[in-house]
């Protein structure tokens, strides 16, 4: 698993950073694991644009990721490491004991023909099993984490992410996040063992604008490029800078909180996320 620069032979590869995919052992996805998607193209059910710069890009099958892992106690066998169009992560291909499949988040290390268990207790905290916070020693770094037991994983499942079990006490474990936030999760959540596979993602670059239409990105108009009745940063004589950056509905688009003040789950957190401080 790595990256490569091409060959400058064109202008579209002269910048190019791309995966070299040796991680990668299948090219079609299972069949039975996968479904049709239809993309709106930033439409409503009306027909009306609702998003701007949306529209067209490759064809693609949404793969089922199984993010509950509550199989417990039957043993898989890992079939295969595949690309995943819908996500950063490579996802991983698992032959249960009992002949059913499922496709699971692929975690660094993760090898071909290895066995993985889910379970709530005697399941070794090895990387790609899944078992309870509570069943987890502490300092382990984890992925697809349960914000409520059963729901499935909802935190740290994009390329690359962990969260580190830090504490127990009582019915509550303590995570520190991808964001360095500190965050208390009920022990009978479900955890995966390890960081999430394809860690390099951050590291490529497309190197053409072709490569953003195949992903269904449209060209983005600079809102100081447009006129004063489009934007409240357009308009000016010469290049002005805009003032300071909004939304089009001019709402300050830094430097406010964008959380919910009354979301149940602050209470919750222990500290914050650590803010980056500008130069």
Not at 46 to 70: F, S
Not at 119 to 134: F, M, Q, T, Y
């Amino acid at each position: 698993m790595g990256v490569k620069k091409l060959n400058p032979v064109t202008p579209g590869t002269r910048h190019r950073i791309i995966s070299d995919n040796s991680d990668i052992t299948a090219g079609r996805p299972e069949k039975s694991l996968t479904k049709g998607t239809q993309r709106s193209g930033g439409r409503n059910n009306q027909g009306k644009m609702t998003m701007r710069y949306i529209g067209g890009g490759h064809k693609r099958r949404y793969r089922q990721i199984d993010t509950k892992r509550d199989k417990y106690g039957v043993p898989a066998t890992v079939s295969t490491i595949e690309y995943d169009p819908n996500r950063s992560a490579r996802i991983a291909l698992l032959v249960y004991a009992d002949g059913e499949k499922r496709y699971i988040l692929a975690p660094n290390g993760l090898k071909v023909g290895q066995a993985l268990l889910s379970g709530r207790k005697d399941v070794a905290p090895e990387v790609g099993n899944s078992l309870p916070l509570s069943e987890i020693p502490l300092g382990t770094v984890v992925h697809n984490i349960e914000l409520r037991p059963g729901k499935g994983g909802a935190i740290a499942r994009s390329a690359g992410t962990f969260a580190q079990l830090s504490a127990r006490e009582g019915k509550y474990a303590t995570l520190k996040m991808p964001s360095g936030e500190l965050r208390m999760v009920l022990t009978s959540c479900m955890a995966t063992v390890g960081t999430v596979g394809n860690s390099e993602h951050m590291l490529q670059r497309s190197g053409k604008a072709g490569r953003s239409r195949w992903l269904g990105r449209r060209p983005r108009t600079r809102p100081v490029a447009m006129n004063p009745v489009d934007h409240p940063m357009g308009g000016g004589e010469g290049r002005a800078s805009g003032g300071h950056p909004r939304s089009r509905n001019g709402i300050f688009a830094k430097g406010q909180k964008t959380r919910r003040p009354k979301n149940q789950s602050n209470k919750l957190i222990i500290e914050r996320a650590k803010r980056k401080k500008r130069a």
